[in-house]
């Protein structure tokens, strides 16, 4: 290819793979601007790239999803990356007149497509050791039998997203229709189906919506879990489990960036836990009403840990100490000659934490909790506030600026608790003593 040599094709090509199909069309339309022999050549391998990805898709299409791990870590049918790329191989090998007409209209390359997904299936039956060396034998016929459904997958992906919602009855006629073709191919069609469009849902929790529609024992927990559709739960139950696992496992310290992930996962296992609740209202002493009530109560202890560690945190964050009153009556005031730290460290991210549980806290047992730590603490923070800025503008601390940024930190927490009222309140206070030094003040006082 003129303008580049061997090598960087390699590496051009080798770039390209990594790239998805939005990034790769972003780069040929930054290659097209360019002007000289080296881009030139560069835009004709991306074009290339592309329409071998566009033609792949057509045949293909459905099942690609399976040919890689699930972004929220469920379990699901699933076969290595590098066996797309040689079923891609083999099948457009086996009749290569016929990739062109990939290219061309909607009826023609349909035909075409299907053509091509019978010789993937074909090459999968007949050339195991070349595309799958050392595989196991269920997989394998796992993947045979995806193949075998690839002309009913299609129909079935179209239909994904209504069914997903509220169909209709022609929408669930057409349901019941691909779920009978795929059973005329196997007996283990219509399940392998589900996994197929198991695949294609970036939230594994929507498949609770399509199981009522698939099965006629849905609407009964029992009779759920000894179908064949009973094991889409059983994954959901898992992968809840190991998110639980995870929750359980976390310590509040120095180190505070885990609450964000432990947020994802408390929400994940939240919308589970109600969907399970909506679509199938297990027995309590059933195998998932047990799974689902040592959830809710181990994370509910976790949660109750942490709430609990957000009011040590906030004490060590904005001490409090005894000021004597008279004889041996003392008040608490805020102690404002000292650096407090890790308090402000652990406190901010624990507040924040606090505030995201409002969404999830009811799920777990723990929201009365959550809701009198959070009152207890906008009044804790917003009388600090008031007891520290009238030590600051009475001139009776030592280090004015540390004084200041320690009220502002109670203004932030308040924030974070989402009292914003309060906080705007507080801030508009320091910014008014921040204006205002200890002399001024004397000499306008004796005025």
């Not at 007949?126 to 050392?134: E, F």
């Not at 976390?250 to 919308?271: I, S, Y």
């Not at 540390?402 to 932030?412: M, P, Y």
Request: proline letters at 6%; a neutral charge; charged letters at 25%.
């Amino acid at each position: 290819m003129s303008g580049l040599t061997n090598a960087q094709r390699e590496g051009l090509r080798s770039l390209m793979s990594g790239l998805n199909d939005v990034r790769l069309s972003k780069v040929a339309t930054a290659v097209g601007a360019m002007p000289g022999q080296t881009a030139e050549a560069l835009a004709v391998m991306i074009g290339v790239e592309l329409r071998e990805r566009n033609r792949k898709r057509r045949v293909l299409g459905p099942l690609m999803p399976m040919f890689r791990p699930r972004p929220d870590g469920v379990q699901a049918l699933t076969f290595p990356p590098v066996v797309l790329e040689r079923l891609w191989a083999m099948a457009r090998a086996s009749e290569p007149e016929l990739l062109t007409r990939l290219d061309g209209g909607e009826a023609e390359a349909a035909l075409v497509a299907e053509r091509l997904g019978m010789a993937a299936a074909n090459a999968a039956r007949n050339r195991a050791d070349d595309l799958w060396p050392n595989a196991y034998v269920e997989p394998l016929e796992n993947l045979i039998l995806c193949l075998d459904l690839l002309p009913v997958a299609r129909r079935a992906v179209t239909g994904l997203e209504a069914w997903l919602k509220r169909p209709d009855d022609q929408e669930l006629a057409a349901l019941r229709l691909v779920l009978r073709d795929a059973e005329a191919v196997s007996p283990e069609g219509p399940r392998a189906l589900i996994d197929i469009l198991f695949a294609h849902m970036d939230d594994a929790v929507l498949v609770l919506r399509l199981l009522p529609h698939v099965s006629g024992a849905a609407a009964s927990a029992s009779l759920m879990s000894g179908s064949e559709f009973g094991i889409f739960v059983d994954r959901l139950m898992a992968a809840m489990q190991a998110r639980a696992g995870r929750i359980n496992a976390f310590r509040p310290g120095r180190d505070m960036a885990g609450l964000e992930a432990l947020v994802a996962d408390l929400d994940w296992c939240a919308t589970v836990l109600a969907e399970v609740d909506v679509v199938l209202d297990p027995e309590p002493y059933s195998e998932w009403g047990q799974v689902m009530r040592k959830t809710r109560q181990s994370v509910g202890g976790t949660l109750s840990n942490l709430i609990r560690a957000t009011e040590t945190a906030v004490e060590a964050g904005l001490p409090m100490t005894r000021t004597p009153l008279a004889g041996r009556m003392t008040r608490r005031t805020p102690r404002l000659d000292v650096e407090t730290t890790p308090g402000p460290d652990a406190a901010g991210p624990l507040l924040k934490f606090v505030a995201a549980l409002r969404k999830t806290a009811p799920v777990f047992g723990c929201e009365a909790e959550r809701q009198r730590l959070v009152e207890g603490l906008t009044e804790r923070l917003t009388d600090y506030a008031d007891e520290a800025l009238t030590l600051v503008n009475a001139g009776e601390v030592e280090d004015r600026p540390r004084a200041l940024k320690q009220i502002k930190r109670a203004a932030t927490w308040l924030a974070l608790i989402e009292a914003n009222d309060v906080a705007r309140s507080v801030r508009r206070r320091v910014a008014v003593a921040d204006g205002v030094a200890p002399a001024e003040k004397a000499s306008s006082d004796a005025a």
